[in-house]
């Protein structure tokens, strides 16, 4: 257990459907990153965040996707209008400004049907 | 486009070897260098980070770095069993806070 958090765990929705996820990270890491797994494939970056600002959003990230970190702690990630496509393992890692080691969630899996 | 290329294996060492496990990126500008395992089904566990040049040991593992060649690699000494994973090279670049990640390289420990 890295102290980062994530849930739900398991997802499956309709397409068309919206869903939300939440992590938590570990209380003193300021720094908060998305990342999104499909089988066989590395896990691609998404979107990251320093205290509440959204610093960095990868073009992956289409309009369907949105995240936020109102204060600075936990952070959600919405993805509406699901399409079969969006399968995959969300993975939620935080870290400190300046070590970027990144320490990751248990990850979410959603199943779009 | 900034790559990390791993040879995706599988990687098959009999229980005991010295397993050796390579990545290659692209962006020279690249600065800190991160080797995670993955167990099946579940998400990525940081095991050695190098930041410099040169070899870093953490107990059975070591962290090899060639900047000039654009090279980092993982050995694992007296490999177990419960070393069977995939393992991910992630590379992160000056003013980026994201990791790139290469696909992983399976590997298998045999009895």
């Known amino acids: 257990d890295t102290g980062v958090s994530q849930n739900p765990r398991h997802k499956i929705t309709k397409r068309g459907q919206n869903v939300t996820f939440r992590c938590d990270p570990i209380?003193?890491?300021?720094?908060l990153y998305w990342y999104r797994q499909t089988l066989g494939q590395g896990p691609e970056f998404l979107t990251y965040f320093q205290n509440e600002a959204q610093l960095e959003k990868s073009r992956l990230l289409s309009d369907r996707f949105s995240a936020e970190r109102p204060k600075g702690s936990f952070s959600t990630l919405e993805i509406q209008r699901t399409e079969q496509g969006d399968s995959a393992m969300y993975l939620c890692a935080s870290s400190l400004v300046g070590p970027n080691e990144q320490f990751f969630g248990p990850g979410t899996r959603l199943t779009v049907l | 486009q900034k790559e990390v290329e791993q040879n995706s294996g599988p990687l098959s060492v009999p229980e005991g070897a010295i397993a050796s496990l390579n990545c290659t990126y692209s962006?020279?500008?690249?600065?800190?260098f991160f080797w995670y395992r993955q167990y099946s089904g579940k998400s990525p566990e940081l095991i050695m980070f190098i930041y410099s040049n040169g070899d870093k040991e953490d107990g059975r593992f070591t962290a090899q770095l060639n900047k000039a060649s654009q090279y980092v690699s993982l050995l694992i000494r007296d490999s177990q069993p419960s070393d069977s994973a995939t393992y991910l090279c992630?590379?992160?670049?000056?003013?980026?806070?994201?990791?790139?990640f290469g696909k992983g390289t399976k590997l298998s420990v045999k009895p």
């Open positions: 962006d020279r500008g690249s600065q800190s």
């Open positions: 992630a590379v992160n670049v000056r003013s980026q806070g994201n990791l790139i």
């Open positions: 209380s003193e890491h300021n720094r």
